[in-house]
């Protein structure tokens, strides 16, 4: 949409068949019924391109009302003039929905009594509603999530919702009711909201060198800290005191207390030490961080609609699971996800079965880029990790019969076990991937930041836990049997009693439940193409 106001006018001004003197409500609303038979609307032309869906909404819109102008009443232009200003608070920008054209016919009453106005301000009202609730973009083409045949994608609707009739007396009610509910979408606004009004502050770069580890001195601390307290991270009487000590290049206790309270806000390991993945993060400038904001907003608005009441959701980047009954999170835990270079999908699917004391078979990739080398290596690794060689009927082979240079066409299978890469618990669900959550022996990862340590699948910390979240509708003898199989050490696939939807997202910004921004490093480069693609809708 272009953001060309005053030129807009002139043309319309030119161009438009009805005149903007005061006009009978009887003649504006004949006036709307003409311009909306049309293929192409003339008012809008050329400065506002309308889709073929953008005319239907607006045919639609105006149908349900008896093509009744809308906005010739004042108070109604002065308040879709304040909601769009106030869409600034959501990350969209007011200008891409005509707001100082509106702002300008808004004072002037025979203007707003004119067909034109009445549509243009109508479009900007529909286009409004519908990017709070759906995003900017359509999030297919820019970051796509993968989705079952029972779970599939939530399609944008073709027609106005009815509360943009409804609420035409209380624009702000419309607006509210169209913004996401979802409670990460508000809580990030919120923060949003109060940091776009604050100038842009200045934040010192740090150079690169070598760890800067707790005690040692380096030239570098006093730039570290003036970082810090220019983010709140060290206070100023922190900071005058360095200032005054005889050796200011030694990093400090008060100093190290600081940096592991900024690690922790960016998912970082809060060591205190200072390497290549902190330095990083501490050289994101302040307007970065703000279009980090953005974009995080515009997928939230995507998430609000693909969350469920009761679910299991994912979040990818920052590594960990939650269960939600009735919109509400009730559970919470750390996961393992997977690395840059593997990374785990973005879907959405049904948790239909369970496999309790899974078998692991090695993936292709993992096979030929982990497990080969060790074997080559070593091959009583085999025997230690209890990993059997199979042929591709699922007949055992002998392994010191294979060539291991230039290895047949072989599967490779680890037996069930506490120990094994999958622990006692697999949870399944139909997707292309290959991927599930699951156990994993390797608890002691869960300490670790970031947590990207698998190929794809997802480790989940605390599976009992979930395990009996998911069996929450089945009947205590169901539980106690199911309870039994695992026990006994056997393999056997179980039947969730009611499927349970999974969503597995990416976004790098959070809001705790103190009010505090979380920072996420973006491991897979999602952030900038998501900003590109919100610059360009931006430029239109």
């Avoid at 759906?134 to 994608?153: F, N, R, Y």
């Avoid at 496999?355 to 090695?362: A, E, H, Q, S, Y």
């Avoid at 096979?367 to 055992?396: C, H, M, S, T, W």
Wanted: one cysteine or more; glycine letters at 4%.
């Amino acid at each position: 949409m272009s953001k060309k106001h005053t030129p807009w006018l002139a043309i319309l001004l030119l161009t438009s068949p009805f005149s903007f003197a005061a006009t009978p409500d009887g003649a504006v609303r004949e006036a709307i019924g003409l311009e909306l038979q049309q293929a192409n609307l003339v008012c809008p032309a050329p400065e506002l391109a309308l889709s073929e869906t953008q005319r239907q909404a607006l045919r639609e819109f105006y149908r349900a009302q008896d093509f009744e102008p809308v906005w010739s009443r004042r108070h109604r232009l002065q308040q879709l003039v304040e909601q769009l200003e106030q869409l600034a608070d959501d990350g969209l920008d007011p200008d891409d929905y005509q707001l100082a054209t509106l702002r300008n016919l808004a004072r002037d009453r025979a203007a707003r009594a004119s067909a034109c106005t009445d549509l243009l301000a109508s479009h900007a009202y529909l286009q409004a509603l519908q990017d709070l609730a759906w995003g900017k973009l359509d999030p297919t083409p820019v970051e796509p999530i993968w989705h079952s045949a029972h779970t599939p994608a939530p399609v944008r609707p073709l027609v106005p919702p009815s509360f943009a009739r409804e609420e035409l007396d209380d624009l702000a009610a419309a607006f509210d009711r169209a913004r996401p509910q979802f409670k990460p979408y508000r809580d990030l606004r919120e923060v949003w909201a109060q940091l776009r009004r604050q100038p842009l502050p200045s934040w010192e770069r740090i150079a690169s060198g070598r760890l800067l580890r707790p005690g040692q001195q380096d030239e570098r601390v006093p730039a570290l800290a003036r970082r810090l307290a220019a983010e709140g991270y060290l206070d100023e009487a922190s900071l005058e005191a360095m200032v005054r000590q005889e050796d200011a290049t030694r990093y400090e206790p008060w100093l190290e207390s600081a940096v592991e309270t900024f690690q922790r806000r960016h998912h970082l390991q809060s060591d205190g030490v200072v390497g290549p993945a902190t330095l990083a993060e501490l050289n994101i400038g302040p307007a970065a961080r703000r279009d980090q904001l953005r974009v995080n907003l515009e997928r939230l608005r995507w998430l609000a609609r693909e969350a469920e009441p009761r679910m299991v959701l994912v979040d990818v980047a920052g590594a960990t699971v939650s269960y939600y009954r009735d919109h509400q999170r009730v559970w919470q835990a750390r996961t393992q996800v997977g690395r840059a270079e593997r990374p785990t999908p973005l879907l959405k699917s049904h948790i239909t079965h369970l496999t309790l004391n899974p078998t692991w078979t090695v993936p292709p990739t993992i096979f030929r880029e982990d497990k080969l080398p060790e074997i080559r290596r070593d091959l009583g690794y085999l025997a230690e990790n209890r990993i059997r060689v199979l042929d591709p009927d699922g007949n055992q082979l002998d392994p010191r019969q294979i060539d291991w240079n230039n290895p047949p066409s072989i599967l490779l299978r680890q037996d069930a076990g506490p120990t094994s890469a999958l622990g006692v618990l697999a949870i399944r669900f139909p997707n292309p991937f290959s991927v599930y959550l699951h156990d994993t022996p390797n608890q002691h990862l869960f300490d670790k930041l970031p947590r990207v340590f698998s190929s794809g699948c997802v480790r989940v910390e605390q599976v009992a836990r979930l395990l009996d979240l998911l069996l929450a509708d089945a009947p205590p003898a169901e539980r106690a049997r199911i309870a039994a199989l695992q026990a006994s050490g056997e393999t056997r696939n179980v039947n969730l009693p009611q499927p349970v939807t999974i969503l597995m997202a990416y976004w790098t910004v959070e809001v705790d439940d103190e009010g505090l921004v979380n920072y996420r490093p973006d491991l897979y480069r999602h952030d900038a193409p998501l900003l590109a693609a919100l610059e360009r809708a931006e430029r239109g």
